[in-house]
């Protein structure tokens, strides 16, 4: 949906700062995702996964989201879960996807801090968790290991199970063709 995102995690490949998305071609409207959405529903399509960067981040998430819900669509939203709250959870609540396959880059806001640069991660991203098991909405928890939270891994395994979240971890990064 967007190549935006709030946070700079090192393994990424698709994260852009804004000044710099109209170099790779630049965002597509509400109105262009909803006519490839319409078009994908009349050639069949039912599943739509719906990711980033932070898919919450594009200017017209919510009409997007709410529209796509609207279409019948069953919706996997592929996430880093830091910003599951307020008008946001309330769509969720409203329209609930299939599933949220949610980013998980370590067990504490240090870790976070060395994997995506950005301070109280671990702590923004649990919220954000909480938020969902609160709305009864099924969590995945995806993470991909590197040197930064290698150490962590036990703990992100022990954090889903206490939360009763499925847990998928995956390695092998190459770099990304943007370098």
Not at 14 to 26: A, F, K, T
Not at 146 to 162: C, G, H, P, S, T
Request: glycine residues 8%.
């Amino acid at each position: 949906l967007t190549c935006r995102c709030n946070f700079q995690c090192r393994m990424c490949y698709v994260h852009l700062q804004p000044d710099r998305i109209s170099e790779y071609g630049g965002e597509l409207s509400a109105k262009e995702w909803l006519r490839i959405a319409k078009e994908a529903k009349e050639a069949g399509t039912v599943w739509l996964c719906i990711t980033g960067g932070e898919p919450l981040l594009h200017p017209e998430f919510e009409t997007i989201y709410r529209e796509l819900s609207q279409m019948g669509f069953f919706i996997t939203l592929q996430t880093n879960a830091s910003l599951i709250k307020g008008k946001t959870a309330r769509l969720l609540e409203q329209y609930p996807p299939r599933v949220v396959k949610a980013s998980l880059y370590g067990a504490s806001d240090e870790t976070y801090e060395k994997v995506c640069k950005v301070k109280e991660g671990f702590r923004q991203v649990h919220e954000g968790l909480q938020t969902l098991k609160n709305l009864k909405i099924p969590v995945q928890l995806v993470s991909t290991v590197i040197r930064q939270n290698m150490e962590d891994v036990e703990k992100m395994a022990f954090y889903a199970y206490l939360n009763g979240f499925s847990w998928m971890a995956t390695g092998g990064v190459k770099a990304s063709a943007r370098g």
